[in-house]
């Protein structure tokens, strides 16, 4: 076989698509491999570069590679795409793969590979996202069908208790409705209890992690937006300005210009959307506080709140927050609220 330079490998469930080319980057090989043969095949090949899509599986692959003796290249798959040619198959796309991981503005693009400890505590975060959407869905649930019996409650997780403890006490409803009502109860009791354990185990990884710790001071970001941050940021220093990083998150506006007028538009949602609604839930929550009068208002943000309105500041300040925790992250700085009182003399 040819000298092979580079590898792009189109992954799936079952069927793997290799598509190598050489120092003069012509086509030496074109191979399907079954699940069970990939890791052999490599086995035998020599060390190469080796280019996968970030998808499901493909840290696995990664490391199963890079145990081989091989250099392996996770693309995002977004900027895989615009290299595919006409007619989408296996094939295609691994080559593709093979032509985009060459592109030399891509290579800041790469994603790290994850450890298995890693991915383990991103498991944790999705878990707990799941229960959530579940908890929502069993609490609208127990709203819904108890307003179709006249009963109804104030908003809020803490009033579907009370909820369920009027509906067991009227007699006017029939017994089976009680039943379920009951049913519903223990269902919802349950699933906070998990609700519960999940966010214990993560709050213990927050407080392990340094730089968890350090980001959850900043405000408008508890434990869960920190730890969230830690966990799936990957390597702050691959970002040249928290700009960028804000850019990665989606919180920068879509950029449709042309002859010389710029037009910028809603945010991007580029990014991880989890992530991302966590920092905006989190500016809401300081911007009402600073709504209230609580606390030391920013001039900054009070003057934006003249200006715009709630939910638009609110995406402004997120944009903020993650400047300041790509600063932290790359620089190993604490927060220190103190460098704003200059500014707030200043302005004041």
Known sequence: ?????????????????????????????????????????????????????????????????????????????????????????????????????????????????????????????????????????????????????GVVEAKGLNRIAPLLARLAADETLPELARELFAALGEEAAELEARLEAVEARLLAWHRSNETSRRLAKIPGLGPIGAAMLAMKAPDPGAFRSGRQFAAWLGLTPKDHSTAGKTRLGVITRAGDEALRSVLVAGAMAVIQQTRRGRGAPSPWLAGLLKRKEPKEAAVALANKTARIAWKLMVTGEAYDPHRLQPARAAAA
Not at 43 to 61: D, F, I, K, N, S
Not at 66 to 85: I, N
Not at 98 to 126: D, G, N, Y
Request: proline content about 6%; glycine content about 6%.
């Open 1 to 149: 076989m040819d000298e092979i330079t580079r590898i792009g490998m189109d992954t799936s469930k079952h069927v793997f698509q290799l598509h190598g080319v050489d120092p003069r980057e012509e086509p030496v090989l074109r191979k399907r491999l079954r699940r069970g043969q990939v890791e052999t095949f490599f086995a035998r090949l020599a060390p190469t570069v080796v280019g996968l899509e970030a998808c499901g599986g493909a840290h696995h692959w990664a490391r199963v590679l890079q145990a081989l003796g091989h250099e392996v290249k996770l693309l995002p798959p977004q900027y895989v795409k615009p290299y595919v040619k006409r007619g989408k198959n296996d094939a295609a796309d691994a080559e593709a793969i093979c032509e985009a991981m060459s592109r030399p503005r891509l290579r800041e693009r790469f994603v790290p590979v994850k450890t298995p400890e890693a991915q383990t505590v991103l498991m944790l975060m999705v878990v707990r996202d799941r229960l959530v959407r579940q908890r929502t869905q069993l609490t609208n649930a127990i709203r819904g069908h108890a307003a179709e019996f």
